[in-house]
C-alpha cells in the first residue's frame, strides 16, 4: 500500500529510483539548513562532482546576470524563472506573487562524463547539467520534482538555464541525456553517502561500494594544503613547521575552537593572503592581488561596483593567468583571501573537507 500512495498520480517516486523525492529531498534539507555548496570526488565520476543550492530572485541578482537576462529578453529574474516553469509544465507566478518578492529555490548538480559517440571525436569528457525543481502533483504541498538537463557548459548563466530541456529520466531521448541518467545516479548515490544521508531499503543502488574515498588525514595531508594554498612559494623548513602545527590543532577536541581558528590565521599570516573588511573597493583588490600574485593585475568592472559584486569581474581576469581567488571562512564580516592555481581548486575544496580548514570558492 505504502509503494503505491508514493506513486499516486505519477509523482516522481519510484520506490526503487535513486532519482525520487525521498532521495532527493533530504539533499535539499542539507543543502538549505547546513551548506548551500559542496564539491567532492565521487569514484567512477571525473573530476569533482559540484551540487550547488541556488534560488530566484537572488542567485541571479548580481550586475552580470541581470544582464544576461536583458539580453535575453527578459525584465527580471522571475520572468526567466516563469519561462523555465512553463518549459516544465509547472504553474507560473502571477503579478501578485512577484509581488512579494518570494525565494524559489532550486538545486544544480554538475560533473563530466564520458562524451558521446560524436563528442568523443572533439572531447575526452563531456559536462552534465541537472538543475532540480520542485513543485506539488495534485497537492499544496511539495512532493515532486522536475529536471532540467543540459550538456553545454554555462558560459552565460541565464542562456544556460533556458536552452536546458525537460528531462524524462526513465526515457532519455539521446544518448548524451542517457549517459548523464546513468552517471546522475551514481552521483546521488555518492551525495547521499557523503552525507551519511539513509537511502531507503527499496532503492535498487547504481553501486553496491562505497562511493566516497575516505582519506586518512595525516601530517602529509596537511602539506599537501599548505604546498597548494601557498601555490609552493614556501620554504620547506617553514612548510613542515606549518603542517605541523596545523596538523595538532586539527588533533584538539572542538572545544578548543579559538585555539584552532587562530592556528588557522596564523598559518594564513606566514603566506601571501590578503585580510579585509567585507566592503573593499576594486582599488584594494587591484592592488593586494597584484602583491599576491608578484604582477599587475587590472580588470574591467561596471562603475559603483564593489565587494563581493567584483568576484565575477576579478575571477575573469584570474583565470587568464591560470589563477583563482579563494577566501578563508572566517565566520565572521571580513575576507581572509588568498591565490591558489586554477588546476588546484578542486583538490584544496577536498583537503578543506579533511583538514577542517574551512576554505570557500567565490
Not at 139 to 163: A, M, P, Q, R
Not at 327 to 333: L, M, P, Q, V, W
Request: proline letters at 3%.
Amino acid at each position: 500500500m505504502k509503494n503505491f500512495f508514493s506513486n499516486l498520480f505519477n509523482r516522481n517516486n519510484d520506490p526503487k529510483s535513486i532519482i525520487s523525492f525521498d532521495v532527493i529531498d533530504p539533499i535539499y534539507s542539507y543543502l538549505y539548513n547546513e551548506k548551500s555548496n559542496l564539491e567532492f570526488k565521487v569514484k567512477g565520476i571525473q573530476d569533482n562532482v559540484s551540487v550547488n543550492l541556488f534560488y530566484f530572485p537572488g542567485s541571479l541578482d548580481h550586475e552580470e546576470v541581470q544582464l544576461e537576462i536583458k539580453k535575453a529578453g527578459f525584465n527580471n529574474s522571475y520572468e526567466v524563472l516563469n519561462e523555465l516553469y512553463k518549459k516544465m509544465n509547472i504553474g507560473i507566478l502571477s503579478d501578485e506573487m512577484i509581488q512579494e518578492g518570494l525565494e524559489y529555490d532550486f538545486i544544480h548538480i554538475q560533473f563530466y562524463s564520458e562524451p558521446t559517440s560524436d563528442e568523443k571525436k572533439f572531447f575526452k569528457r563531456s559536462i552534465k547539467n541537472f538543475i532540480i525543481f520542485f513543485c506539488g502533483t495534485n497537492s499544496l504541498e511539495i512532493n515532486d520534482f522536475k529536471i532540467l538537463y543540459s550538456g553545454t557548459h554555462f558560459f552565460d548563466y541565464t542562456k544556460g538555464l533556458l536552452e536546458s530541456e525537460l528531462l524524462d529520466f526513465n526515457n532519455p531521448k539521446n544518448e548524451s541525456q542517457e549517459i548523464g541518467v546513468k552517471n546522475l545516479k551514481i552521483v546521488l548515490q555518492g551525495i547521499c553517502q557523503y552525507l551519511n544521508i539513509e537511502i531507503p531499503q527499496s532503492v535498487e543502488l547504481p553501486s553496491s561500494e562505497n562511493l566516497i574515498e575516505n582519506e586518512e588525514v595525516t601530517i602529509k595531508t596537511f602539506e599537501e594544503f599548505v604546498k597548494l594554498v601557498s601555490r609552493e612559494n614556501i620554504e620547506d623548513k617553514e612548510l613542515k613547521k606549518l603542517s605541523k602545527k596545523l596538523f595538532k590543532n586539527y588533533q584538539k577536541d572542538s572545544s578548543e575552537y579559538h585555539t584552532i581558528v587562530e592556528g588557522h590565521f596564523d598559518f594564513f599570516e606566514n603566506i601571501n593572503a590578503w585580510n579585509s573588511d567585507w566592503k573593499f573597493d576594486p582599488e584594494d583588490a587591484e592592488y593586494f592581488i597584484s602583491e599576491m600574485i608578484g604582477e599587475d593585475l587590472n580588470f574591467d568592472y561596471p562603475e559603483e561596483t564593489y565587494s563581493h559584486d567584483l568576484f565575477p569581474y576579478i575571477q575573469s581576469a584570474l583565470e587568464k593567468r591560470g589563477f583563482e581567488l579563494m577566501s578563508y571562512n572566517t565566520n565572521g564580516d571580513n575576507y581572509l583571501f588568498f591565490i591558489a592555481n586554477k588546476e588546484d581548486v578542486g583538490r584544496i575544496l577536498e583537503l578543506s573537507e579533511l583538514t577542517k580548514i574551512e576554505i570557500d570558492k567565490l
